[in-house]
């Protein structure tokens, strides 16, 4: 699975919009980008995932570059609880076996 | 979707010492997966516990130190053998659901353990 590079930690103000980035230069044409949060104390959560279209959900949209090469999840309206770690995972097409594999996330804080 | 519970939620063991943890899903999943994340640090997968068969270990884990069961597709175990301080961390236990739409994981809690 591709690797992926995000920022350590960002904050956010709250009800504002949080645009978490992501770059996977080295995806292929296979991989989808899925992204998870784990807040404080829990199990990570999934969020949304994508593969070459921007996709929205009731939590999140995922915006994706046309080249693939990174991406944004952006929470429109950013809450307290929002604040948790966000992963950005590449992994291979639907119906693989693999697991996920976590980077180190970004630590989104959202202030008040 | 699929709910994920663990047992125990916490423990504090001494070195030397065995702790199991128990995972029960409430739907069948296809895979289930057993991580660990050290204080401060991301998830790293110990094994993949494979029904009916020996689990599938990634490099730096052995069987010996966390023998894996899983008998039916809703259940699993991990058990942490002769532990140390080092052993520390909390341990999530992970499921795919079967006919999943897009191979979603789903994750319990966690058991923190600690060792003294």
């Known amino acids: 699975d591709a690797k992926t590079t995000q920022p350590p930690s960002m904050d956010c103000a709250e009800g504002r919009a949080a645009n978490l980035p992501c770059n996977h230069s080295?995806?292929?044409?296979?991989?989808?980008v899925y992204w998870y949060r784990q807040i404080h104390s829990q199990g990570p959560q999934y969020i949304i995932h994508?593969?070459?279209n921007n996709e929205t959900n009731e939590m999140a949209s995922l915006i994706i570059t046309e080249d693939r090469k990174s991406s944004t999840l952006i929470l429109p309206h950013a809450t307290l609880r929002d604040t948790a770690v966000y992963y950005c995972?590449?992994?291979?097409?639907?119906?693989?076996?693999?697991?996920?594999?976590f980077g180190s996330g970004t630590q989104l804080t959202v202030l008040p | 979707s699929a709910v994920i519970s663990q047992k125990p939620s916490r423990d504090i063991c001494q070195r030397g010492t065995s702790l199991t943890i128990q995972c029960q899903v409430d739907s069948q999943v296809t895979m289930m997966f057993w991580y660990r994340q050290q204080p401060g640090q991301s998830l790293t997968l110990i094994a993949t516990?494979?029904?009916?068969?020996?689990?599938?270990?990634e490099s730096g884990f052995v069987i010996d130190k966390f023998p894996i069961s899983r008998p039916n597709l809703t259940f699993s175990t991990l058990t942490v053998s002769n532990m140390s301080p080092e052993d520390s961390s909390i341990y999530l236990c992970?499921?795919?659901?079967?006919?999943?739409?897009?191979?979603?994981?789903?994750f319990g809690p966690g058991t923190r353990l600690t060792v003294l």
């Open positions: 080295t995806i292929s044409g296979n991989e989808y």
């Open positions: 995972i590449v992994r291979v097409a639907q119906g693989s076996a693999r697991q996920l594999t």
């Open positions: 516990a494979n029904q009916g068969s020996e689990a599938t270990y």
């Open positions: 992970s499921g795919r659901l079967a006919g999943g739409s897009h191979n979603e994981q789903f």
């Open positions: 994508g593969l070459k």
